[in-house]
């Protein structure tokens, strides 16, 4: 988890992959407490103005904080255009 490259999670639906990123989560909260967690879950309607990729990308730039690590979750994915 410590090196600046994406990790894809991929599965069927309905066997834990969202569990696995709460995990995750938690973890990363327990051993950095003042990390940055931004998650999306794009079946959430509260994410339903993300329709494009630059949407996304301000999203992400919106909620990034400068001085503390930021980690990116993006459940439930769907194909931009």
């Known amino acids: 988890m410590q090196k600046s490259v994406a990790k894809v999670l991929t599965g069927q639906r309905c066997v834990g992959k969202s569990f696995f990123l709460y995990q995750l989560i938690e973890e990363i909260l327990g051993e ?5 967690i931004i ?4 079946e959430d309607f509260a994410f339903s103005s993300l329709q494009t990729a630059e949407d996304l990308h ?3 730039i919106s909620h990034s904080k400068e001085k503390a690590k930021n980690y990116i979750f993006i459940d439930e994915v769907l194909t931009f255009s």
Do not use: G, M, T, W
């Open 32 to 36: 950095e407490p003042d990390a940055n």
């Open 39 to 42: 998650y999306i879950n794009l």
């Open 58 to 60: 301000s999203y992400i």
